[in-house]
Nanobody, 127 residues
């Protein structure tokens, strides 16, 4: 099970850090992805952290502004979002690939690669 938290209201230019806590499995053993979704659209991939120390991946749209990290002791993955913009407003979702499909294919950006999803946390960026 995944639990996303940390969303809320932010002003443009501010920073928010989202958390994705896992229960029932070790996050470090699996790829974890962050997506965001707006009404009427499919989840949009932002970033993933691969299992173990295999690396981090970012969408071109957030590279250099968003940063993903993992705290294995807390079994939590974080998404630090800097310089927030109004267009970052969305429900943010974290997902886990418990089937190791991302590891086999090297494809981290498609939602179908992940089989376990958290409930999402709403981020609103507005002045």
């Amino acid at each position: 099970q995944l639990q996303a938290s940390g969303g809320g209201l932010a002003r443009p230019g501010e920073r928010l850090t989202l958390s994705c806590a896992a229960s029932g499995f070790r996050l470090a053993d699996y790829a974890i992805g962050w997506f965001r979704q707006v009404p009427g659209k499919e989840p949009y991939w932002l970033s993933s952290i691969a299992r173990g120390s295999l690396g981090e991946y970012y969408s071109n749209s957030v590279r250099g502004r968003f940063f993903i990290s993992r705290d294995s002791a807390k079994n939590t993955v974080y998404l630090q979002m800097n310089s927030l913009k109004p267009e970052d407003t969305a429900v943010y979702l974290c997902a886990a690939d418990l089937t190791l499909l991302t590891y086999q294919t090297g494809n981290y950006y498609q939602p179908g690669q992940y089989n376990t999803w958290g409930q999402g946390t709403l981020v609103t960026v507005s002045s």
